[in-house]
C-alpha cells in the first residue's frame, strides 16, 4: 500500500446508521450561493461512540495530510466538520441528541439500499430516512479558511424513518380515501 493509498484509509470512514437530513443526491443543489454539489447532513447519535471516534480519527489524520496546505504545521483555530446539534440547532429536535456531519461531492454518490440493489428512485431516498455512509475527511486552505471538509463517497439506505422538512408522504395524506371501488367519484 503506497503512502497516497494508506492516508485515504486513514480518513475515510464508514459510519454506523445515521440519519439523513437536508439530502441532495440526485441533483446538485447550491448552498448558500457556493457552487452546487451533491450533499447530505449526516445526523449521528450521540450514543454511536464507534462512529465518533472513527471520525474524530480520520479528522486528526486529515490534519496531519493537510500540515503542506497549511503552510507546514497545523493552526490553533480550524474549522472543523464534525458539529454539536443540541449546541448549533437547538430549535430543530430531529438534531437533539445527535452530532452532524455535513458531506458534498461534485460526482454523484453511489446509493444502494442494503442488500446492494442500487437506489434509482428518487423517492426512495429523502430527508429523514436511516442508512450508511461512506465519508472522508480533508484539509482545505480557501480564502482565508483552513480546516477539515466532509467527502461524500455513497449512501446505504437501512430503512425508512419520518420524513423530515413538514412534508407528509401521499400515502398519509390519501389514505383514507383509498378504496378498492374505481367507480366512486371524489370530485363530485
Known sequence: MNNQTSMNQATKVITGEVRFSYLH??????????????????????????????????????????????????????????????????????????YFVNANCTQQPGLVYKNGQRIIDSTDLYSGCYGLASINFYAFNSNGNKGIACGLNHLM????????????????????????????????
Do not use: W
Open 25 to 98: 443526491v440526485f441533483e446538485k443543489c447550491s448552498i448558500d450561493g457556493g457552487d452546487e454539489k451533491y450533499s447530505v447532513s449526516l445526523l449521528i447519535p450521540k450514543t454511536d461512540k464507534k462512529t465518533i471516534t472513527a471520525i474524530n480519527k480520520a479528522i486528526e489524520a486529515a490534519k496531519q495530510a493537510g500540515i503542506g496546505r497549511f503552510g507546514g504545521k497545523i493552526p490553533a483555530v480550524l474549522k472543523l466538520p464534525l458539529r454539536d446539534g443540541d449546541d448549533e440547532r437547538p430549535e430543530d429536535e430531529s438534531y437533539a441528541g445527535c
Open 157 to 188: 439506505k437501512t430503512r425508512d424513518g419520518e420524513p423530515l422538512g413538514g412534508r407528509s408522504r401521499v400515502e398519509d395524506d390519501f389514505a383514507a380515501y383509498f378504496d378498492d371501488e374505481a367507480d366512486e367519484d371524489y370530485l363530485s
